[in-house]
């Protein structure tokens, strides 16, 4: 049998390598093959660094023959362009950062570089991750590999194409309200958002800090569980980023759930979805059960205040992230200014897209005099609502089940007129990066047309062995039938 | 605060964006007056909800005390920092005069 | 009419530690611009900042020192703020949790003393250096993210002088505290000021003025003589006063409006998510407490008490910590502590402030000075051979007691030996000698003299004057 090298999963890769049917530098070869047949038309990614990635491969390869090969030794990964790489750009799908070289590693990077993972490229995004469709990607559109004239999600929309396409065994994605699980549940592929505190966000350029978390897109539950074994764990970089030991997630996949208790929301049913969505999910949920987990319903109150709060609170972390942008020490500077002030605005009026623009305005908005309290002070009480709707949740339960999304992909250019529209999309996932809690989409279905549809599972802070495990026996006893 | 949005209790999007150092063409700033108008009144739902008593939420978990010790620790080459400016000379980054 | 000047100080002080507050970029002044940087005190996409927990640690000192609550709790936030020099446009600050609340500080010599009462203290980072070039501006980002302390007082003090006076106090307590090097020139202390006056009656203070970035005493002291008087002088036109940031001119001697800002400022201040809380058990916060430094006003009330020396000296020894040290170090090694405290406020300090020298940095040990005082006190030399040899173990160091001995300085205490030379001095000089003999009492120190001189100045006035004493008894 030939093998297609750029469509294996990370486990069978690193089995293959490491019997030496084939190396590294082979998968390198075979991946840029497919980005040359096929990103011209997904435009999965931003930068293809394939001279890099070649020399990163062949010194992976001489590591494994001598026997030292790292826990991801050989595995091209593409990154998204909103993580620090040294010596490379990092452009945020920004103009605003052009011209700029990262001096330093992103910890995740670093973590990824120490196991003998290959860069193979920057993937598209929304820019600064903000977004549920890359449209709003200065750079480059963004397709969905499942349906061409269909969004690929967001904002790490070029890294779910990417893996989903067959253009990298794996990718990194970052997740501030969704943009790990609702591109992964899009495209078709695993998405893992890990609690927050979990991996070092030291290098991710920050949209909003108490919810950010950098996180793995895979084919299978299994290879976002190696990947996480790998960014996982405290960092002095980072003071956010906890101690908690990381366990050996793959070892502990399991392919039942006996003696486990899963949680169905009564909330995540809302106006205007898809029925094919909920159908999908049901069929999931009943297939959990048949693998012995015990379903029982569960209540989440504040749901419905999440979006209002996480827009609140994350454009409010947005608007000072976002200030340091002024064309002094980096990036794009506006000409003719005559003082720093005038410099500062024709230099972010030039830089920022419209989408960046919205969110600072109503971040600064939110924060400003006479409003602190009603918007941001109230939002932040409101966050420690939906934190113990989940504490009371998880004191039952080892792990929920939900809808990613509620809908799957739309066209390209459907919502782009209406922000508030685009922002509603997210109510299934933005509730977990409040509440910090962790997070996993694994494809459950798919609509007519061939639509992938997302199974959420979400977990208790800090349990990602829990919904791991429940990911992977579902994957198993689901089989490959909507996989491409 | 500015006296538009005193009055009204809703959103100035010239106001909040001169804070904001941004600059909007007037058809930006209309469009997102209206844009923003519709986003502010969603996100005040939250009013109807009752918080007396509930503590604010701000790191997403709780932990204390992570403290770096006093050491010194190389810095960047000097080279590497200035070739991402977009203006420098003599080691200095270069930027319009300050006028105070 | 009369007036009232209210005057309230936010001191910013730069803390004595080896790393920035954020980063492990070194603190030094004087590096070549742009060397002591990171992607954390550049504000870089991605970077975060990690908390120096030293200048955590320097800060609850200082609030101990001056009797501060530190509650426990106290937490970091973005204080929001677009200029050149602010590398995030944002500062980590602190907003309503600070490190230390209220505290006070005495000023006033010996007699009135007053008390400045403290607001806070809290923690935040510098920002860069800004140059000014004839079409633009350089910024020099190496002092971005120095730990800085900004010590927030009540409006107490009510004359330009008061002012100064708590300054000189709050230093003084800065360097018993051991906190921050204190240094002026470098900018360790930067001041603004807040300035309000009202008439003499008037319950409500009155519009306040603000000067920002004052780095000398001097200048905060004459900010203020022209602004009270400025204010002063408006009001009794008639006129009113602006809230309103100025500036000072030390050269021209005028305070004038800034350019007005186009908005008023709004700092947004919110949560800093990257950092977590301090919280300090109570346990560390006394261990803390045990290990401070004595104030300075209780040290000179004990060398008072236990070095039997006078309360002006005490005050003298004290105003500089170091000097106080070295005081005390010499003074338990010497015979009699009175005698170190006269070296120390005549010749130690007049050689100091001829030679702008430190005294930590001064050749001369204590031990050298306490071993001086014990010649002197057993007359094995005179006081003017010892204020020799001071001098040149002020410039080169030594050992007292060998250059004594090397050089055969040792007083001549023979009575016979030096019977003789009176003799002798007596018979050049028999006219004075009867002068003396006669009442004249002035005469004897001529004979001294010759005598000192015969002897080299070895010999023992004291035993001299004895000697001549019992000649004139003795006929
Ligand atoms: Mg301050
Ligand atoms: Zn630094």
Known sequence: MKLNLSTLTVSDALAHMASGDFKSIDLVEALGAAIAVRDGELGAYVSVDLAGARAEAEAADRARAAGKAGRLCGIPIAIKDVLNVRGQPCTCASKILDGYVAPYDATAIARLRAEGAVFLGRTNMDEFAMGGSTENSAIKRTRNPRALDRVPGGSSGGSAAAVAGGLALAALGTDTGGSI?????????????????????????AFASSLDQIGPMTRTVRDAALLQEVLSGADPMDATCVETPVPPYAAQLTEDLRGMTLGVPAEYVVEGMDPAVAQAVQHAVERCRDLGARIVEVKLPHTMFAIATYYIIGTAEASANLARFDGVRYGLRATGATDPLDMYKRTRAAGFGPEVKRRIILGTYVLSSGYHDAYYLKAQKVRTLIRRDFEQAFASCDALLTPCTPTPAFRMGEKTQDPLQMYLGDIFTVTANLAGICGLSVPCGVAPGGLPIGLQILGPAMKEENILRVGHAYEVARGDQWLG | MSEKQAQTGGIDVRYVANLARLALTEEEIATFQGQLSQIVEYVQAIDRLDVTGIEPTSHALPRYNVFRADEVRPSL????VL????SSRDGQFIVPKIVE | MNYRIDIGLEVHVQLKTRSKMFCGCEVRVGAEPNTLVCPVCLGYPGAMPSMNGEAVRLTVRTGLMIGSTIDGFSKFDRKSYFYPDMPKNYQISQYDRPLCDGGAVLIGDGGVAKTVRIRRIHLEEDVAKNTHFAAASGVDFNRAGTPLMEIVTQPDMHSPEEAFAFLLALKQILQYADVSHCNLEEGNIRCDVNCSVRPEGQEALGTKTEHKNLNTFKGVLNALKVESERQIAVLNRGGKILQETRRWDADTGETAAM????????????????????????????????????????RRARLVRDYGIPDYDAGVLVADKAVGDYFEAAAKLAPNAKLVSNWMMTEMLRLLGETERDIRTVPITPAALAALVCLTESRTINSNTAK???????EQGGDPEAIVRQRGLGQVSDASAIGMIVDEAIAENIKVFDDYRNGKVAAAKFIIGQVMKKSKGKADPQLVMKLLDARVAGG
């Open chain 3, 388 to 394: 020799d040899i001071f001098a040149e173990l002020f």
């Open chain 1, 181 to 205: 699980r609702q591109p992964a549940a899009f495209c078709g592929c695993v998405g893992l958002k890990p609690s927050y505190g979990r991996v070092s966000r030291y290098g991710l350029t």
């Open chain 2, 83 to 86: 070739r991402n400016a977009p």
């Open chain 2, 77 to 80: 080459d000097r080279d590497t």
């Open chain 3, 259 to 298: 350019r007005s800002k186009e908005d008023a400022h709004d700092y947004r201040y919110f949560p800093e998510p990257d950092l977590m809380p301090v919280v300090l058990a109570p346990a560390e916060i006394e261990a803390w407490r045990a290990a401070l430094p004595e104030m300075p006003a209780v």
